[in-house]
Each structure stands twice: as C-alpha cells, then as structure tokens.
C-alpha cells in the first residue's frame, strides 16, 4: 500500500512563511495526484489545493489564494506546499492525500483521495 509522510510543520510568527513536503517511500507519486487538506480544532477539513499528476492542473481555496503555492518535483518524487503571509487562522493540522490518475487528471474541489499521510502540526502565532 502507498504510504504518505508530510513534513516541514512547525511554529512561524504571522507573515512569515513555512514549506510543507509530502512524499511517499518506496513509491513513486509520479502517477498520482495530490491534494492538500488542513483541519484546525473545532473546524472541519478543509481542502486547500490540489495538483494532477503533470502538475499542469492545480488549484486553490478561497482562503489561501495567493499565498499558497503548491507544486511539484517530479524527478524528486516530490510534493510542496510553500505557505508564505501565514496568518494565525492558518494554524491547523495539514495533511496530504492521493488519488491514482489513470487516464483523467484528477484535481477539483469533489476529487476523492485513496491515501492519506499522518498530518503534520503547523502553529502560526507570535
């Protein structure tokens, strides 16, 4: 089964900015694609961007247009999420998801994901 791990959680002051890394070992996420999800207590999941497997779709959330860019790196086996203006209403638990693309790519706002990573903890506050 495909493993996920997200990484580059952590504290950041407000306005600063912090890179999330999603990847999985001893699978390749080349034919897969990825979606960025975020859940703070209290609050339900909320999807903040997707990539397809080409990365020549991607999409973002209301919420952090502009300031969110995802991306990826396909020769590194790799996905980021570079969070830049954080505000203390971006402090949430993020998580990663993927979705094999077959033949249609996969990244709207119903796109439903077969994988999950563990989350990891980003806190904005000063």
């Known amino acids: 089964q495909l493993q996920l791990v997200e990484s580059g959680g952590g504290l950041v002051q407000p306005g600063g900015s912090l890179r999330l890394s999603c990847a999985a070992p001893r699978f390749t996420l080349n034919n897969y694609a990825i979606g960025w999800f975020r859940q703070a207590p209290g609050k339900e999941r909320e999807r903040i961007s997707c990539?397809?497997?080409?990365?020549?779709?991607?999409n973002y959330a209301d919420s952090v247009k502009g300031r969110f860019t995802i991306s990826r790196d396909n020769a590194k086996d790799a996905v980021y999420l570079q969070m830049n203006s954080l505000k203390p209403e971006d402090t949430a638990v993020y998580y990663c998801?993927?979705?094999?693309?077959?033949?249609?790519?996969?990244?709207?706002?119903?796109?439903?994901?077969?994988?999950w990573g563990q989350g990891t903890q980003v806190t904005v506050s000063s």
């Open positions: 990539i397809n497997s080409s990365g020549g779709i991607t």
């Open positions: 998801a993927a979705t094999f693309e077959a033949v249609q790519p996969k990244c709207t706002d119903t796109t439903e994901y077969d994988y």
